[in-house]
C-alpha cells in the first residue's frame, strides 16, 4: 500500500491467520480517524456469496429493503434489524458475516460497534457508467447514525474502481487502496465512517463486485 509520509503511525495485527496493516491519519483532521486493509481465505467467508447477486435467483432469496437493478448496477440491502424476518439461508450467513466482521473490528480498536443495527449491501459494476457516489463519508448515509464500515471486495476485473481516502476539505487523495483480491481471498477495507472516500475512475469494462457492512456505533 502506497504511503504519502502524512501518517502518524504504523503498525501490524495478526488476527488467526490474518494480518492488518493499520494506518491512523492526523494530518487533515483534529481526531483520528482509522482505515486498513487485509486479505481473508475465500472459504473462510462462503457466507459472503449468499448476499451475492448469484444468489438472487435462488428460491428464498430474502433482499429486506432496496434493489437496484440497472444495464451495468445491481445493489441489494439487508438491514440487520429484519434478522428475524429472514429466510434460514440468509439469517445463518448474516450471523456469520456480523460475528467474522465484529472480530475484525475489535482486534483494530474499534470496539464501539452496536452488533444489533446496521446495514449489508451488495454492490456490483460492470463498467463506470451507472457509479453512483461522489466523495462521501459512511456517517448519517445509507443509514441515519454513525457507522464503522468494513467492504469485502469478492472479484475486481475492470480497470480502475479503487478505493480513494481523501482530506477533509475533499482536495487531496491521501492515500489509494488497491482493491482487486489476490488468488483464493477476499480483501477487506475497515474504517470508520467518517473517512473521507469515493471509487476511482473506472476506465474499462469488467466486474467491480463487494459487499458492505455497516454497524452502528458510538462515537
Do not use: W
Request: aromatic fraction near 10%; charge should be negative; charged fraction near 30%.
Amino acid at each position: 500500500m502506497k504511503s504519502e509520509g502524512c501518517f502518524r503511525e504504523r503498525c501490524v495485527h495478526a488476527i488467526d491467520r490474518l494480518y492488518l496493516v493499520v494506518i491512523y491519519a492526523d494530518k487533515y483532521s483534529k481526531k483520528d480517524k482509522m482505515y486498513c486493509f487485509t486479505n481473508v481465505d475465500k472459504n473462510d467467508y462462503k457466507c459472503l456469496l449468499k448476499f451475492s447477486k448469484k444468489e438472487e435467483k435462488k428460491e428464498n432469496s430474502y433482499v429486506s429493503h432496496d434493489t437496484h437493478i440497472g444495464d451495468s448496477y445491481v445493489s441489494n440491502q439487508y438491514y440487520i434489524e429484519d434478522e428475524d424476518d429472514m429466510d434460514a439461508r440468509t439469517k445463518n450467513a448474516m450471523k456469520k458475516l456480523k460475528k467474522m466482521t465484529l472480530k475484525l473490528f475489535e482486534s483494530n480498536g474499534l470496539t464501539n460497534s452496536i452488533s444489533k443495527e446496521g446495514l449489508i449491501e451488495y454492490h456490483r459494476y460492470l463498467d463506470g457508467s451507472e457509479m453512483p457516489l461522489d466523495i462521501h463519508e459512511d456517517d448519517f448515509g445509507a443509514l441515519d447514525y454513525t457507522v464503522n464500515t468494513a467492504i469485502y471486495y469478492i472479484e475486481k476485473t475492470l480497470s480502475g474502481g479503487d478505493l480513494e481516502i481523501y482530506s477533509d476539505d475533499e482536495k487531496t487523495v491521501i492515500e489509494t487502496i488497491y482493491v482487486t483480491p489476490p488468488k483464493d481471498k477476499y480483501r477487506v477495507v475497515i474504517m470508520e465512517g467518517n473517512v473521507k472516500h469515493n471509487v476511482s475512475q473506472i476506465t474499462s469494462s469488467g466486474i467491480r463486485e463487494c459487499v458492505v457492512v455497516q454497524f452502528r456505533c458510538v462515537r
